[in-house]
């Protein structure tokens, strides 16, 4: 299904990082290396190297520690946010929790929400959006909220900063994936037969890819999220950054600037390295593992180009893929705005995802 929405105004709320400002960066330069190779469509054989790597990727949460747990009420339902923290590589990552006050184990599906991340500004807490997200069904899931290498990760009354080298759309999910094994292990309510994903930018690409590598996620919702880096955006974007344009409003491009861009424009890392770097990193090209999706995205968002999701759009419905597995809503109207509170998208969000979970999972 399409949607088309017309917006008038845009509601505030989960907005998705500053917009609109390039930071210089002192070494710009032409590329030194051939931009057609880099952006060319991936091979079959470039896509089964990624897929080999994914299946050969084991990030076992270790050491998993209960830092806080603090009651909530919101709406009526009572609940706790648990923060765990948890060790992979021998970095300490640390995730939120959100847990309704329900009685049988096993009883409640997972939904695991990957924030924005605008680069630089930490993980934002379930706590401090919680109003928004219990809009997607107060009591009905377990939210779960990991957080993003490198940057801050706050409670109302503690900051703690999650550990490792950033890497965004591709160490974030595994973060992800791990925190949904702690859960399934410290959460007795927690159903592993319903599973959903929901992502906003940065995390809606991210969710995408969550989706893409793990099976037991039977739904994902995504918002504006980049799908493509081998595409005409990214290669936009990758041409602006080496030539001292990174754009700000791309939340990720100034780790991936670090560990892709510069290096192959240096010479450190080989065009066919920095390819499987992208490719790692693009759900488009992965699509026939997708569950049902639900996609949400701006005609005229000025940040991440609604093509994005198009794209998406047209690769499931071309193989055969209809309403019933996948959804896309498209909003007029929304100008210079990026961010998730486009009008009636948590309304469009919620019934999909309650639909998509409402069956019991399977019996162990």
Do not use: K
Not at 107 to 127: F, M, N, R
Not at 147 to 154: A, I
Request: one cysteine or more; charged letters at 20%; proline letters at 8%.
């Amino acid at each position: 299904m399409v949607q088309r929405v017309c917006l008038g105004l845009l509601l505030v709320g989960l907005a998705v990082g500053s917009l609109g400002c390039d930071t210089e960066d002192p070494v710009g330069s032409q590329p030194s290396f051939d931009v057609d190779a880099l952006f060319a469509a991936p091979t079959d054989a470039e896509r089964a190297a990624v897929e080999a790597e994914w299946a050969a990727r084991t990030s076992i949460p270790e050491e998993i520690r209960l830092e806080q747990s603090t009651p909530l009420n919101v709406r009526g339902q009572a609940g706790t946010v648990h923060i765990y923290s948890f060790l992979i590589d021998s970095s300490r990552r640390y995730g939120a929790v959100l847990v309704p006050n329900v009685a049988e184990p096993g009883s409640t599906p997972v939904l695991l929400l990957a924030p924005p991340g605008a680069e630089g500004s930490g993980s934002p807490l379930l706590l401090d959006a919680v109003g928004s997200y219990l809009e997607l069904g107060a009591g009905a899931f377990i939210f779960v909220m990991p957080s993003f290498r490198g940057e801050p990760f706050r409670s109302t009354t503690q900051s703690w900063v999650t550990e490792g080298p950033p890497s965004p759309w591709d160490g974030d999910v595994d973060d992800a994936l791990a925190l949904l094994d702690l859960v399934f292990e410290e959460v007795p309510a927690a159903d592993p037969g319903r599973v959903a994903a929901l992502g906003i930018g940065r995390g809606g690409t991210s969710v995408l890819m969550m989706a893409i590598r793990d099976s037991r996620i039977d739904a994902v919702v995504s918002f504006f999220g980049t799908t493509d880096f081998l595409g005409p955006f990214m290669r936009g974007v990758t041409i602006d950054a080496l030539g001292g344009r990174i754009a700000g409003g791309v939340p990720g491009v100034f780790a991936l600037y670090d560990l892709v861009y510069e290096p192959v424009q240096a010479g450190s890392m080989t065009v066919a390295e920095a390819r499987h770097e992208l490719l790692l990193r693009s759900p488009l090209h992965f699509v026939e593992r997708l569950p049902r999706v639900q996609l949400h995205h701006g005609i005229e968002d000025p940040v991440t180009p609604v093509a994005e999701s198009e794209a998406v759009l047209d690769a499931l419905q071309s193989l055969g893929r209809g309403p019933e597995e996948v959804e896309a809503h498209f909003y007029e109207g929304v100008g210079a705005q990026h961010t998730a509170e486009l009008l009636g998208a948590f309304a469009e969000a919620r019934e999909f995802l309650l639909d998509a979970t409402s069956a019991p999972g399977p019996e162990e």
